[in-house]
C-alpha cells in the first residue's frame, strides 16, 4: 500500500538526517521533496501546498524546544499532520433508529455491493446485529443477483424485488420487511452509474429523502485518485454523507484520495476495503494509517 509514496517521503525526510539543526534552507529543501512525492500520489496541488506550510511553520516553531534531532522531528511533524489531514480522530457509525438505516451511495465498480457484504459481515460477527441487506439497483438485474450470492455467503437476509423498477419503493418495502422480520440494521445497496450524472444524483437524493438514514455512507475506488476526491464532492453537495469508505486500497493505489478526501469534503473516512472477500474490511485509523505512509 503506498509504496511509491513511502519511498519518496523517506528519502525526502532522510534530507535533514545529519543536519545538527532545522535551519529555513533545510526545511525548505526537504519540503520540496514532501511537496513532490505528495503530488505524485496524486494528492490535490492546494492540498500538498497546504501542507506542506503547516510542517514548515511547525517545525521552525518548534525546533528551538525540542531535544529531537531535526530528522526525527521532522518524521513527527510529518506523521501528525499527515494524521490530521486524513482525519484526527476513528469516527464509527451511528446505530441509533430501530432498526439502524444505512444507505450506501457511490459510482458503478466503486465496490459498494461488496461493501454492503463486509459491512453486514463485520456487523454481524463483532456488533452481534441481525442485518439485512436491500437491493435497490434496478437497472442491472446482474447487480441484485450479486447481492444475493454476498448474502448467502455470509448467511446474511437479502430482501429484493426484481420486477420493481421503483427503487424508493424497494428501499421502504425492505426497511418494513426488516422491522417485520426483526431485524435491527438495514443495509441497502443503490444502483451506480459510470459516472456522476443527474439521474442517478436525483435516484439517490430521493431515496434518501424518504428513507432519512442514520448513516449514508459514500463508496469510492482509491485506485482513482483525484477522481475519487471529485466524485465525493458531487455526492456529498447532494446527500451530505456521513462518511467516505475507500475501497481497493490493497491494489497499486498511490494514496492521494486516502490523503485528500477528508479535508476536501470535511467527511471522515470510516472503513477500507482490502481485498474482494467478506473479510476485507479495517475499520480506517488516520494514524496507523500515517504510521504505514511514513514506514
Ligand atoms: P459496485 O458496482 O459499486 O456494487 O461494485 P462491486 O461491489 O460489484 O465491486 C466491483 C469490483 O471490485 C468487484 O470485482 C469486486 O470484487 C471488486 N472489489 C470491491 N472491493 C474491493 C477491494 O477492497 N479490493 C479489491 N481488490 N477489489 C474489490
Given at each position: 500500500?503506498?509504496?511509491?509514496?513511502?519511498?519518496?517521503?523517506?528519502?525526502?525526510?532522510?534530507?535533514?538526517?545529519?543536519?545538527?539543526?532545522?535551519?529555513?534552507?533545510?526545511?525548505?529543501?526537504?519540503?520540496?521533496?514532501?511537496?513532490?512525492?505528495?503530488?505524485?500520489?496524486?494528492?490535490?496541488?492546494?492540498?500538498?501546498?497546504?501542507?506542506?506550510?503547516?510542517v514548515k511553520e511547525k517545525a521552525l516553531g518548534q525546533n528551538v524546544l525540542t531535544t529531537l534531532q531535526p530528522g526525527q522531528l521532522m518524521v513527527?511533524?510529518?506523521?501528525?499532520?499527515?494524521?490530521?489531514?486524513?482525519?484526527?480522530?476513528?469516527?464509527?457509525?451511528?446505530?441509533?433508529?430501530?432498526?439502524?438505516?444505512?444507505?450506501?451511495?457511490?459510482?458503478?465498480?466503486?465496490?459498494?455491493?461488496?461493501?454492503?457484504?463486509?459491512?453486514?459481515?463485520?456487523?454481524?460477527?463483532?456488533?452481534?446485529?441481525?442485518?439485512?441487506?436491500?437491493?435497490?439497483?434496478?437497472?442491472?438485474?446482474?447487480?441484485?443477483?450479486?447481492?444475493?450470492?454476498?448474502?448467502?455467503?455470509?448467511?446474511?437476509?437479502?430482501?429484493?424485488?426484481?420486477?420493481?423498477?421503483?427503487?424508493?419503493?424497494?428501499?421502504?418495502?425492505?426497511?418494513?420487511?426488516?422491522?417485520?422480520?426483526?431485524?435491527?440494521v438495514v443495509i441497502i445497496d443503490t444502483a451506480g452509474r459510470l459516472a456522476v450524472d443527474e439521474a442517478m444524483m436525483k435516484e439517490i437524493s430521493?431515496?434518501?429523502?424518504?428513507?432519512?438514514?442514520?448513516?449514508?455512507?459514500?463508496?469510492v475506488d482509491s485506485m482513482t485518485g483525484q477522481d475519487a476526491v471529485n466524485t465525493a464532492k458531487a455526492f456529498n453537495d447532494v446527500l451530505n454523507?456521513?462518511?467516505?469508505?475507500?475501497?481497493?486500497?490493497?491494489?497499486?493505489?498511490?494514496?492521494?484520495?486516502?490523503?485528500?478526501?477528508?479535508?476536501?469534503?470535511?467527511?471522515?473516512?470510516?472503513?477500507?476495503?482490502?481485498?474482494?472477500?467478506?473479510?476485507?474490511?479495517?475499520?480506517?485509523?488516520?494514524?496507523?494509517?500515517?504510521?504505514?505512509?511514513?514506514?
Amino acid at each position: 500500500m503506498f509504496n511509491n509514496l513511502s519511498e519518496k517521503l523517506d528519502k525526502a525526510l532522510h534530507v535533514l538526517k545529519g543536519h545538527g539543526s532545522i535551519t529555513e534552507v533545510n526545511v525548505a529543501e526537504t519540503l520540496k521533496e514532501v511537496r513532490r512525492a505528495l503530488l505524485d500520489a496524486d494528492v490535490n496541488f492546494k492540498i500538498a501546498k497546504e501542507f506542506t506550510n503547516r510542517v514548515k511553520e511547525k517545525a521552525l516553531g518548534q525546533n528551538v524546544l525540542t531535544t529531537l534531532q531535526p530528522g526525527q522531528l521532522m518524521v513527527k511533524i510529518v506523521k501528525d499532520e499527515l494524521t490530521e489531514l486524513m482525519g484526527g480522530d476513528v469516527e464509527g457509525i451511528n446505530m441509533s433508529g430501530t432498526p439502524t438505516i444505512i444507505l450506501m451511495s457511490g459510482l458503478q465498480g466503486s465496490g459498494k455491493t461488496t461493501f454492503s457484504g463486509k459491512l453486514a459481515n463485520f456487523l454481524k460477527t463483532k456488533k452481534t446485529k441481525k442485518p439485512l441487506l436491500v437491493a435497490c439497483d434496478v437497472y442491472r438485474p446482474a447487480a441484485v443477483d450479486q447481492l444475493h450470492v454476498v448474502g448467502d455467503q455470509i448467511k446474511v437476509d437479502v430482501y429484493s424485488d426484481k420486477g420493481n423498477t421503483d427503487p424508493v419503493a424497494i428501499a421502504q418495502a425492505g426497511i418494513a420487511h426488516a422491522k417485520q422480520n426483526g431485524h435491527n440494521v438495514v443495509i441497502i445497496d443503490t444502483a451506480g452509474r459510470l459516472a456522476v450524472d443527474e439521474a442517478m444524483m436525483k435516484e439517490i437524493s430521493n431515496i434518501h429523502k424518504a428513507i432519512q438514514p442514520q448513516e449514508t455512507l459514500f463508496v469510492v475506488d482509491s485506485m482513482t485518485g483525484q477522481d475519487a476526491v471529485n466524485t465525493a464532492k458531487a455526492f456529498n453537495d447532494v446527500l451530505n454523507f456521513d462518511g467516505v469508505i475507500l475501497t481497493k486500497l490493497d491494489g497499486d493505489t498511490r494514496g492521494g484520495a486516502a490523503i485528500s478526501i477528508k479535508s476536501v469534503v470535511n467527511k471522515p473516512i470510516k472503513f477500507i476495503g482490502t481485498g474482494e472477500k467478506m473479510e476485507a474490511i479495517d475499520v480506517f485509523y488516520p494514524s496507523r494509517m500515517a504510521d504505514r505512509i511514513l514506514g
